[in-house]
Structures are given as C-alpha cells and as structure tokens.
C-alpha cells in the first residue's frame, strides 16, 4: 500500500471535494481555527506547484474532545473561480504518504476533470512538512516497503517518540480532518476519490458524513472493514498466482507455472527470504505491470522480467533474480515528511485487527495468540508462501510489540446510498482485485465496477492507458 522505492514509483491517493474558494472567516466547529498563513504549495524538489495556494488548518489532536492539543496541517487547492462541478478532495495513501506534493502531477494526469472540478488535497495527519511522525531507526531500515519488518528496537523507538499521542494516528482522526477540512472551505458536499489506502479513508468518510458527499471514488481498493485474514495480508499473498499466471499468457506463452516457480523459491528461503520475495513480486509492478519485459529495469540497467528471472533461478541460476531484488531492497533515503514509516506503523496497528484481537490487548498477551494463529493455519490459505512468512509481514511483528492503545473503529456497514465508481487493475498486487470485489459486494447498488485489464496500482496516477481514467471523466462529469 506504499511506495517500494520512491525512485521507482509515486504512489497517489486521494479524496475529492467540492469547488467553492476557502471563506476567510470560515472557523469549523472544534477546531482551534480555519484556513490561515497561506503559502505557495511546493513539491518534493522544493519548486512552486503554479495554480495552487496552500493554507495551514488547525485541527483538534484528538476529534472525540477528550484529549486537549491541536495539530497543523497542510491544505492545498487549486486557485481561481469555483469551477462548476464543485470540489475535489484527492486523499492519499499508505497511510504515511503525503498530498499536497502532488498537487499538480494529480491534475495533469485528469486537466478534463480539473476543469470542471477544484482540486483540494491535504497533508493527512503525521505527514508531510508540517507534522511528519519521524522514527529515524524505522524510517532508515523500512523506507518504503509494505511488506519489511523494522527491527523491535527500531519498535520500540518509535512507540517512545509517540508516547501517548500514538493512539491519535488512527483513521478515526483523519475522518475528522477531512470534516474540518470541509467545513474550512465552507463547502457542503464533496466528491471523495481515495486511492489505495486512500480508498479506504474515503469509504470511512462516506459512512461517517454521508450527507456531505456527493460522489465516491474508490482507486485500487483497500475494504473498508477489517479483518484478521485482511491484516495478515491472505488476499495479497494468494493473488499472485493469478496474476503471475495471467502475464503468462501473453504470448509468447511461458511454457512453465509461474506459481509453481514462485512456491519453490519460497520453500528455499527462509522466512524471512520468503518476505522478501513477496516485496519483489509486489513491487515489481510499479516499474513494469506485465511481469514479463525484458528491457532494463529504469535507473539501475538491470534486466527485467521478473517471472523468468524466477524460472530462472529455480534452474539453480539466481543471478538476475539477485539484481532485481536488489533494485528492490529497502534503502534509506525516502524522508519521513514524503513518506513516513512511523506515521504507518501507528495508524495500522490502532486499525487492524489481529489474531490476538485489538491493539486494546496487552502486548504481553499476544504472542500465544500468533503461536494458535501459526499451528492452525492451513497452508491453502497461504500458497505459494507459507505460514511462517504470512506470519513474518511487516503489520504483524511491528504490530506484535506496540503499546496498547484503544482500537480504532472498523465499521461493517454497507456503503452509504452515492453515486459509486471502484476502479481496480487485475495485475495489482498492492491492493488485489479481490479486494476491490469484496467492496463491491458492500456498495448500493448501480456501483460502476471497472476493471482496468493489464493495469497495476492506482489506476487514476499510473495506468498508461486511459480506459480507467475515461470511466472516471464520464462518472464525474455526466
């Protein structure tokens, strides 16, 4: 759900919102203040994004009232007159991704939609230049990858540098922000387009705001409600045959199961070998959606094709799966304020839900419920990986030593009555097709369903066609 490498990928996801100019007396109830000190909006090189204006927004550190404190964070719209459709709240993933960088690359991949729509988008909480959660040792060892697991020192740093204020990261705040975001702008309703986790933030909004939304997005789907299967990533680590299967049949054919392959690597790995292979096959996405392109790896000069590079090494040659892993190894470099590792480990482990139950439950408590979790595990539920590397993701051993906290909620509920597009690639593997079906089987009914064949993650920021972005032009704008 975040960027592998930043040099190789951005990873955009966003909510939308309705295109009125910020009222400067606007003061939304439970914030300390509105929009104020606006600033040129930059982008991750420092440069003036030109068309837009951004503002610092104070919001309550904590939305129920009962904690005091207050955060900032940074808001950037698109300058001039209200367009005619309205705003749009473009909400970015991870968690730990920041916004207001990508002002101007989310309007020039959709100038027919920003025409007609303001573009608003946010610094969530524990993001970006004004506010990141920064945890050095984590954010030096994990970069941007999903999948590897920090050290439990680098844990334990992080849990001591949020002390108390970790149990604000949830995505029960954040829906609190766009509320006081909308209320700022002095807008009633919003279109609400997240992707990636994004998606997920933008569902949780609907349910919570309904009459305040207009239209919903949802872009490389992450389901709104959680599960232990969700957090032990089951879906992720199944869908790869599939999709290694289906670039396999692209002529010219394979000859051989990619699966078949990818579950005797694993099988001579260790776990945490096993992790790391699951990172490359994910990750491999960003830089070529087929799998199968033997051109040079952008940057690096490396070969590409990951699937025979794999069949490769079962053969005993593991030199090209070598360099492209390599490409792919976490590095540290990616800085908190663009891509906050901290800020991703605190909201994940308040929202999921584990073997061991909540994050309400005592860490010391946890482990004979990951031990139960590891003997009863079927190997279905996991192939072509094993339980021991399910078991070894990222979410669960980070999440196996942080501090209790009370949970955040996890709503069941169907999708409010809206005007609905998922949109979804059948070669992601950040964020499955399956899950996208799962969210369909909760939205109203007359939901558009489109899924973009051959595309990977986020469908609106990366897909090189135009078939997902087409869908979206005609669902905004008729």
Request: proline share 9%; net charge negative.
């Amino acid at each position: 759900m975040r960027n592998v490498r930043r040099t190789l990928a951005v990873l955009a996801c966003g909510l939308a919102v309705a295109a009125v100019a910020p009222a400067a007396h606007a003061t939304p109830r439970g914030t300390a203040r509105g929009l104020h000190a606006p600033h040129p909006c930059r982008d991750d090189d420092g440069a003036v994004q030109p068309g837009f204006t951004c503002w610092t927004l104070t919001v309550p550190l904590d939305h129920s009232g009962r904690t005091p404190g207050t955060l900032d964070l940074q808001v950037g719209a698109a300058d001039g007159p209200a367009k005619p459709k309205g705003t749009l709240l473009f909400l970015t993933g991870g968690p730990g991704q920041e916004g207001v960088a990508l002002l101007r690359r989310i309007a020039g991949r959709m100038p027919e939609v920003f025409a007609q729509y303001r573009l608003v988008m946010l610094d969530q909480r524990g993001t970006g230049p004004l506010g990141a959660v920064d945890c050095p040792k984590m954010q030096a060892q994990v970069s941007g990858s999903d999948s590897a697991p920090a050290t439990p020192d680098a844990v334990d740093e992080c849990s001591r540098i949020l002390g108390d204020r970790a149990r604000f990261y949830g995505t029960d705040q954040s829906v609190g922000d766009f509320e006081d975001v909308r209320r700022a702008l002095g807008v009633d309703t919003m279109v609400v387009d997240g992707v990636s986790y994004g998606s997920l933030t933008a569902a949780r909004y609907a349910i919570a705001h309904p009459r305040h939304v207009s239209r919903l997005v949802m872009d490389s789907v992450v389901p709104h409600h959680w599960t232990v299967a969700g957090d032990l990533n089951l879906v992720g680590l199944t869908a790869q045959p599939r999709v290694l299967r289906d670039a396999c049949k692209t002529a010219p054919a394979c000859g051989f199961d990619p699966a078949q392959d990818l579950a005797t690597l694993v099988r001579r790995r260790t776990p945490a070998g096993g992790l790391a292979l699951f990172g490359d096959v994910v990750g491999y996405e960003f830089i070529d959606p087929t799998y199968r392109d033997p051109d040079p790896i952008p940057g690096s000069g490396l070969p590409g094709d990951i699937i025979g590079a794999m069949h490769q090494a079962v053969t005993g040659d593991t030199s090209r799966l070598d360099a492209i892993e390599a490409v792919f190894t976490p590095a540290d470099g990616t800085p908190a304020s663009q891509l906050s590792a901290g800020l991703h480990a605190a909201t994940l482990c308040q929202d999921l839900r584990f073997p061991w139950g909540t994050s309400a439950t005592p860490a010391g408590l946890r482990g004979p419920f990951l031990d139960r979790t590891a003997r009863t595990l079927p190997a279905s539920a996991t192939w072509p990986y094993t339980t021991a590397v399910a078991l070894a993701q990222s979410s669960v051993q980070t999440c196996l030593r942080w501090p209790a906290e009370p949970p955040s909620s996890n709503p069941a509920a169907r999708l409010p009555d809206l005007p609905t597009l998922i949109l979804t690639g059948d070669h992601d593997l950040s964020t499955p097709l399956e899950w996208a079906e799962q969210e369909r089987a909760v939205s109203p009914a007359g939901t558009r369903f489109v899924v973009v064949k051959g595309a990977a993650h986020s469908i609106q920021n990366r897909e090189p066609a135009h078939t997902g972005r087409d869908a979206l032009t005609t669902f905004l704008l008729n």
